[in-house]
Nanobody, 121 residues
Framework: HVQLVESGGGSVQAGESLTLSCAVSGVTSGRYCLAWFRQGPGEDREEVARLRADEKTWYEDSVHGRFTISSDNAKNTLTLQMNSLKPEDTAMYYC????????????????WGQGTQVTVS
């Protein structure tokens, strides 16, 4: 049973940085895709960064070059380093995981954390 617990959210000024962490447990075998999503007020949830099972990363255009997704070797901790934050980055941020049988593909995410709030003013 995969469990995900986010931490590190907070309130910052535009231009500042923040690091989100997600404690991942229950990933005992197989390959997993790990990702960060966010949902702003009145908006749909969107994927902003992805770490595939083959270690390749993907970023949504608006965060590319500012955000970095990474994990430790054991996939116990997923991190999102967020630099040059903008007010439009304000959202609830969620980490997500899904088991995959194809290293270069990520199916629909099935495991979610409870979220951590990021507010940029």
């Amino acid at each position: 049973h995969v469990q995900l617990v986010e931490s590190g959210g907070g309130s910052v000024q535009a231009g500042e940085s923040l690091t989100l962490s997600c404690a991942v447990s229950g990933v005992t075998s197989g390959r997993y895709c790990l990702a960060w999503f966010r949902q702003g007020p009145g908006e749909d949830r969107e994927e902003v960064a992805r770490l595939r099972a083959d270690e390749k990363t993907w970023y949504e255009d608006s965060v590319h070059g500012r955000f970095t997704i990474s994990s430790d070797n054991a996939k116990n901790t997923l991190t999102l380093q967020m630099n040059s934050l903008k007010p439009e980055d304000t959202a609830m941020y969620y980490c997500a995981a899904v088991k995959t049988y194809v290293r270069a593909a990520c199916p629909e995410y099935t495991n979610w954390g409870q979220g951590t709030q990021v507010t940029v003013s």
